[in-house]
């Protein structure tokens, strides 16, 4: 290979390593601009926290309502991840029932649809003279809310068989029950988990709806709380903390996607295609 | 000749209900044991209709489909299948993949726990008869699509279906990848002695594998006419610039062509 051939192959593969080291930092550098930014913009123009709170405000609420916020943040997080195990569970067998039987889903799917366009916070009351004040209404609440994506997901991945593959199973004498374990499953596991994590962060909206209309505990009533002492940088601290749990969430269910259904994604790690006839 | 392994007597196909479309009628043929049969046919004349009538797949309106003594009422686990896509399961490796027959017949999904080592070495085998030594654990992705159609004959191979069923499974693939696979189901069938029922459009193709060419008229289809083919085997690409090779080839094309426009050649 020529030295010039060689020099380019270098420098492309240094750019290469560049735009990689970028890609892994730029999450950072636009959250902490995005802050620093806001920081400015509050301290520029004069606003009050009562408006607009500062980081640095929101931050020392947060510093000094930590422990409030700790315990309230993991109640949250309790019911939301117990709401959202069971809409799992929910989802994935009624899933597997409507994307495999054509009944099932002319029949169950027009109510299923009907309840989901039910705004959640309006069936939270029902669900305080059913449950109670207490976690029940914040569980079933994100029960709810988290539900309907992952059944839709479930239920696409398994009705999306290719017809053929169907015909070849069949002629071997497969059962239907072969068919959705040996092929509808696995094949709806990337849509199941593509679902997963609209669910989970749905899950937390869910629960701290419920969390603000019954205020019993957890982050809703913190912010509840907090707002109807008008003290803003706590609601804030409130809203942050959240975020941060359902981005943590987030990762969770997105490391656990790439760890089982790898092979739904190989575009990004391509390159080692054979060819051959 | 042998006895006759599939009889299909004057079978008759409609969707749809009592007004839907009628695909076969009147539509009657006989493949002996260990025949290669090939049918052609315009587009659209209820080739893969008859596929899955003789699989079991779907009952027919009328008439009788007998695969090995037995009326076909139900799916008899004795065929194997491949089709133009290579339908592999992404998530699988190769070796799997072909494997995923063992998994389903009621006679191998008993016994596949206790002799696995035995099955996967003979799903090796059969990769390596087709040409795909060495790849049995990548996954179908890494594989060329002519590859990923060896593999999906080798899963239609690997329960040693008495019966192979192959719709159109060279036709998506490009004319030097297609004449390879040609070879590679030649020497599979040389090998094995499976009775084959091969649909397909290329007429070249139908001429270079069957041992009997059948062309079916269009929709509602029938067979209307019948050729043998005499050519030795192996055959190799030689054949196929023989003048008979050519000869038969187009009168194939004519039986075709008379078809398309409705005429009787029979």
């Known amino acids: ?277 | 000749m042998s006895r006759a392994f599939v009889e299909i007597d004057n079978v008759a196909m409609r969707y749809g209900g009592v007004e839907g479309t009628l695909a076969l009628e009147g539509c009657s043929m006989n493949v002996a044991e260990g025949e290669f049969v090939a049918v052609v046919g315009p587009s659209g004349c209820g080739k893969s209709t008859l596929m899955r009538l003789v699989s079991g797949l779907w009952p027919a309106t009328d008439g009788n489909v007998v695969v090995a003594g037995r009326e076909v009422d139900e799916p008899l686990s004795l065929v194997g299948m491949a089709f133009q896509n290579p339908t592999l399961l992404p998530w699988r490796r190769i070796l799997d993949n072909v494997m995923l027959p063992l998994e389903v017949v009621p006679a191998h999904r008993a016994r596949l726990r206790r002799e696995r080592p035995a099955y996967e070495q003979k799903a090796l085998d059969l990769l390596k008869l087709v040409g795909l030594e060495g790849f049995g654990a990548k996954y179908p992705y890494q594989l060329s699509g002519g590859m990923q159609q060896r593999t999906s004959l080798c899963r239609a191979l690997i329960h040693e279906p008495p019966l192979l069923m192959l719709d159109e499974p060279f036709s998506a693939l490009d004319v030097f990848t297609r004449e390879d696979l040609w070879d590679v189901l030649q020497q599979v069938w040389m090998a094995r002695k499976p009775t084959v029922i091969l649909v397909t459009h290329d007429l070249r193709e139908a001429a270079y594998l069957a041992d009997r060419v059948l062309v079916m008229s269009s929709r509602p289809g029938r067979i209307i006419a019948e050729r043998k083919v005499p050519f030795p085997r192996p055959r190799t690409m030689e054949t196929t610039f023989l003048p008979e090779f050519t000869a038969l080839v187009a009168d194939l094309r004519a039986y075709i062509a008379a078809a398309r426009r409705g005429e009787e050649v029979v």
């Open chain 1, 1 to 277: 290979m020529s030295a010039k051939a060689n020099a380019r192959l270098i420098a492309m593969a240094a750019a290469a390593r560049r735009h990689r080291r970028l890609q892994a930092w730029l999450p950072w550098i636009v959250i902490f601009g995005t802050f620093g930014l806001w920081e400015l913009v509050v301290r520029a123009f004069g606003i009050v926290p009562f408006i607009l709170p500062a980081p640095s405000d929101i931050f020392e609420a947060a510093v000094k309502w930590w422990k409030p916020l700790l315990d309230d943040s993991l109640q949250t997080l309790f019911t939301t991840l117990v709401g959202f195990g069971l809409a799992v569970v929910a989802g994935l067998l009624l899933g597997v029932a409507i994307g495999s039987s054509t009944l099932v889903y002319k029949g169950l799917y027009p109510l299923l649809i009907a309840f989901n366009s039910i705004p959640k916070v309006a069936v939270v009351p029902v669900l305080i003279v059913w449950f109670g004040i207490g976690v029940w209404p914040a569980i079933i609440t994100a029960f709810l809310i988290s539900f309907f994506p992952i059944l839709v997901n479930v239920a696409t991945g398994i009705a999306t068989v290719e017809p053929e593959l169907r015909d070849v199973l069949r002629a071997l004498g497969a059962r239907p029950v072969d068919i959705i374990r040996k092929v509808g499953l696995p094949r709806a596991m990337p849509y199941f988990f593509a679902s997963l994590k609209i669910a989970i962060t749905v899950a937390f909206v869910g629960s701290i709806i419920a969390e603000s209309v019954a205020p019993n505990a957890g982050i809703g009533r913190l912010m509840m709380v907090a707002s109807s002492r008008f003290d803003v940088p706590l609601v804030f601290a409130g809203l942050i903390t959240t975020g941060l749990m359902g981005i943590m969430l987030y990762w969770i269910a997105e490391w656990i996607e790439r760890r089982t259904t790898g092979w739904a994604t190989r575009s990004t790690e391509g390159s080692n295609f054979t060819p051959g006839g």
